[in-house]
């Protein structure tokens, strides 16, 4: 068994460990380290697409909240025909919980597909504004059907999310982005973000690779809002809104771009620092800006990028 499936394998059996101890564990801090792992998934998802594939996307909140509505929607209004009015068994409800995540991740990777075919082709500031376009648009979307609550948003969502769900998708998603740009394959979207001309030139098609990362990266955005919606069992609109995606950049400009465990430890800093500036939590978003400020002039390439170099080497 390869090296790789050796470390998902041990992720794996730590998450359970982590699981079948967690009454243990005081519950403020098991919701913090729920919020970490959810967004070290988003972080990571994004990295590929603004890390690896060298675009810039700023509508990854957008992702989160069709996995976020739509994985509600399954659980709320498809699994009690299935679960019956007990709620079925704890072996039923996690058959139910893996195919409501699934079913949100799946609705956000076609949202990716139809926003990166005919945006993908743009570049730096464009498709920034069309993502950002996208994102607005899904939040308005959302804010007025009924059917899914409109303003007042979903609530009642089934409290599935558990410590064990969070680390394990966490586990798969570092595998599966990690295995895809260290493979033969992969090492097309390092050429893209590399020099996307040259790479075009020598027959890749780069606009194909850019489509795949924004895909896979939707798709586990999907996955981290469906985790999110059966965490906090109720879910609106506006905690989606362009606020929530910058946050999402931040962790991955803070961590470095194209490097995965950098991208983690950002992720990690950035759930903590909310908790512990809450006696000053209205000023959060400015030290957030004050934070790329200083980066981007003392650290462009990252605050945990430790080799300077090609994303191909960097990328760990």
Request: proline share 3%.
């Given at each position: 068994?390869?090296?790789?499936?050796l470390?998902?394998?041990?992720?794996?059996l730590?998450?359970?460990?982590?699981?079948?101890?967690?009454?243990?564990?005081?519950?403020?801090?098991?919701d913090v380290?729920?919020?970490?792992?959810?967004?070290?998934?988003l972080?990571?998802?994004?990295?590929?697409?603004?890390?690896?594939?060298?675009q810039?996307?700023?509508?990854?909140?957008?992702?989160?909240?069709?996995?976020?509505?739509?994985?509600a929607?399954?659980?709320?209004?498809l699994a009690?025909?299935?679960?019956?009015?007990?709620g079925?068994?704890?072996?039923?409800?996690?058959?139910?919980f893996?195919a409501?995540?699934?079913?949100g991740?799946t609705?956000a990777?076609l949202?990716?597909?139809?926003?990166g075919?005919?945006s993908?082709?743009?570049?730096?500031d464009?498709?920034a504004l069309?993502?950002?376009?996208f994102?607005e648009?899904i939040?308005?979307?959302?804010?007025?059907v009924?059917?899914?609550?409109?303003?007042?948003g979903l609530n009642?969502?089934?409290?599935y999310?558990?410590?064990?769900?969070v680390?394990?998708?966490?586990?798969?998603?570092?595998?599966?982005?990690l295995?895809l740009?260290h493979?033969?394959y992969?090492?097309?979207f390092l050429a893209?973000?590399?020099?996307?001309?040259?790479?075009?030139a020598v027959?890749?098609?780069?606009?194909?690779?850019k489509?795949?990362?924004?895909?896979?990266?939707?798709?586990?955005?999907?996955?981290?809002?469906?985790?999110?919606g059966h965490f906090?069992?109720?879910?609106?609109?506006?905690?989606?809104?362009?606020?929530?995606?910058?946050?999402i950049?931040?962790?991955v400009?803070?961590?470095?771009?194209?490097?995965?465990v950098?991208?983690?430890?950002?992720?990690?800093?950035?759930?903590l620092?909310?908790e512990?500036?809450r006696?000053?939590?209205?000023?959060r978003?400015i030290?957030?800006?004050?934070l790329?400020?200083?980066?981007?002039?003392v650290?462009?390439q990252?605050?945990?990028t430790?080799k300077?170099?090609?994303?191909s080497?960097?990328?760990?």
């Amino acid at each position: 068994m390869p090296k790789p499936h050796l470390a998902l394998l041990a992720a794996l059996l730590a998450a359970f460990g982590i699981s079948y101890f967690s009454d243990r564990i005081d519950p403020y801090h098991l919701d913090v380290l729920i919020g970490i792992g959810i967004n070290i998934i988003l972080a990571v998802s994004l990295n590929l697409v603004n890390g690896y594939t060298g675009q810039f996307s700023l509508g990854h909140a957008g992702f989160m909240s069709v996995g976020a509505y739509f994985a509600a929607a399954v659980s709320l209004f498809l699994a009690p025909k299935f679960l019956g009015d007990t709620g079925g068994t704890p072996v039923q409800q996690a058959f139910a919980f893996m195919a409501a995540l699934l079913a949100g991740g799946t609705c956000a990777a076609l949202a990716g597909l139809l926003v990166g075919v005919p945006s993908l082709r743009l570049k730096g500031d464009y498709l920034a504004l069309v993502t950002l376009g996208f994102g607005e648009i899904i939040r308005v979307i959302f804010q007025n059907v009924e059917f899914l609550g409109g303003a007042l948003g979903l609530n009642g969502i089934p409290a599935y999310t558990s410590i064990f769900w969070v680390l394990a998708f966490v586990a798969f998603t570092v595998f599966i982005v990690l295995c895809l740009v260290h493979s033969t394959y992969g090492r097309g979207f390092l050429a893209t973000h590399d020099d996307e001309v040259a790479s075009a030139a020598v027959g890749l098609n780069t606009t194909r690779y850019k489509i795949v990362a924004f895909v896979i990266g939707a798709f586990f955005a999907g996955i981290a809002g469906g985790l999110y919606g059966h965490f906090k069992l109720t879910i609106t609109p506006t905690g989606f809104d362009f606020t929530k995606s910058i946050e999402i950049v931040v962790m991955v400009i803070l961590g470095g771009m194209g490097n995965t465990v950098g991208v983690i430890l950002a992720a990690v800093i950035l759930t903590l620092l909310p908790e512990l500036l809450r006696p000053i939590a209205e000023y959060r978003m400015i030290i957030y800006s004050l934070l790329l400020i200083i980066l981007m002039l003392v650290r462009p390439q990252g605050l945990f990028t430790w080799k300077r170099g090609k994303l191909s080497k960097a990328g760990n």
